[in-house]
């Protein structure tokens, strides 16, 4: 069965730092570039971070040098250490395969976690 859990988001001042993780299961995690996603209200869903399976890297140009992705083979999880958060960081985070998991003509994504930057 799949699944992909995300975890660890919460309520953070602005230059705070988070770190969300993401537990996978039924998938072929370590042949699987992963990615961190996020979508804020009303807006559309964007890659915010890239590891490929090669452990290769890529990030959203804002977050560049603040966000840092991991992926973890062994435990089939997947990271995302945030640091400096700004406001404009406030979404929810999901993780998924890059590209997005296709289950029977569906994408599937998990419940994501709430990241919120606030004074």
């Known amino acids: 069965q799949v699944q992909l859990v995300e975890s660890g988001g919460g309520l953070v001042q602005p230059g705070g730092s988070l770190t969300l993780s993401c537990a996978t299961s039924g998938i072929a995690f370590s042949a699987n570039a992963m990615a961190w996603y996020r979508q804020a209200p009303g807006k559309e869903r964007e890659v915010v971070a890239l590891i490929t399976s090669g452990f290769g890297t890529n990030y959203l140009d804002s977050v560049k040098g603040r966000f840092t992705i991991a992926r973890d083979s062994a435990k089939k999880t997947v990271y995302l250490q945030m640091n400096s958060l700004k406001p404009e960081d406030t979404a929810v985070y999901y993780c998924?395969?890059?590209?997005?998991?296709?289950?029977?003509?569906?994408?599937?994504w998990g419940q994501g976690t709430q990241v919120t930057v606030s004074s």
């Open positions: 998924n395969t890059k590209p997005a998991l296709n289950l029977r003509g569906s994408e599937y």
